[in-house]
């Protein structure tokens, strides 16, 4: 099994930044892709971003390009999501994720392990 821990998360204001981390432990070397889902009030779950463990490969939502980056350090078994220029529709709870299934994929549904959220409110 994988756990996954995130942190980071708050109150912010429009066009502010914020870094988010996931600490994974457990069997880690079986993840495959990690990922930042989130999920608004009312809405289904979506992909924000993802990033291959060898951290080649990467994917970005559309809404989000441009504004926030993925990265990873395996050394740390950590993925962070850097989150700049937010906006109220940025708000969401928070998931990351983790893929033991190839090839990288955005499905919410291939994604075997998920950490327990933070809420991001972004103010106007």
């Known amino acids: 099994q994988v756990q996954l821990v995130e942190s980071g998360g708050g109150l912010v204001q429009a066009g502010d930044s914020l870094r988010l981390s996931c600490a994974a432990s457990?069997?880690?070397?079986?993840?495959?892709?990690m990922g930042w889902f989130r999920q608004a009030p009312g809405k289904e779950r979506e992909i924000v971003a993802r990033?291959?463990?060898?951290?080649?490969?990467?994917y970005y939502a559309d809404s989000v390009k441009g504004r926030f980056t993925i990265s990873n350090d395996n050394a740390k078994n950590s993925v962070y999501l850097q989150m700049n220029s937010l906006r109220p529709e940025d708000t969401a709870v928070y998931y990351c994720?983790?893929?033991?299934?190839?090839?990288?994929?955005?499905?919410?549904?291939?994604?075997?392990?998920w950490g327990q959220g933070t809420r991001i409110t972004v103010s106007s």
């Open positions: 994720a983790a893929s033991d299934l190839a090839p990288p994929t955005s499905r919410v549904d291939r994604y075997r392990y």
């Open positions: 457990g069997r880690t070397f079986i993840i495959y892709t």
């Open positions: 990033i291959t463990r060898r951290g080649n490969n990467t």
